[in-house]
């Protein structure tokens, strides 16, 4: 199978990522004032957004279509939405996701920035999530 492209997507076509996540019964979306990236193939199969935040970038809405999976698209995808990124890329996720990101190089030992620090503790009210962060 050949390797499929990845894009920054354009702000125009931004409700295609949307749609995207609700076609697979995921409450992720794209933020405005990120930056949009996503793996296609005849139409999206993976998308994630990066958010700016103080000191660095927030990286959210990581999915990939459950077909898909299996095939290395997250890695590709972190990768290149991050790389020349400066300062650090965080996310919040599952504890069942660690390993994956931190095959990646993302690690717990990070000090979030106030603005996700406070959304982690929203979040962990109703799921259990930790922080990564990536230098």
């Known amino acids: ?22 076609r697979h019964d995921s409450s992720m979306k ?9 793996v296609r193939d005849t139409e999206i199969v993976a998308g994630l957004c990066l958010s700016p935040v103080v000191g660095g970038q927030w990286l959210t809405g990581m999915f990939v279509d459950p077909a898909y999976r299996g ?3 997250a890695t590709r995808l972190i990768q290149q939405a991050v790389a020349g990124v400066d300062g650090t890329v965080w996310l919040l996720c599952h ?30 009210r109703n799921k259990p999530m930790i922080a990564m962060g990536l230098q």
């Open 30 to 38: 794209a933020l405005k004032g990120g930056r949009l990236w996503v």
């Open 95 to 124: 504890p069942d996701l660690e390993g994956l990101y931190q095959r990646m190089g993302f690690s717990q030992d990070t000090v979030l920035p106030q603005s996700l620090s406070e959304r982690l503790v929203r979040y962990r």
């Open 71 to 73: 095939q290395g698209l």
């Open 1 to 22: 199978m050949p390797e499929l492209p990845i894009d920054l997507l354009a702000e125009p076509l931004w409700p295609l990522l949307n749609k995207f996540y609700r």
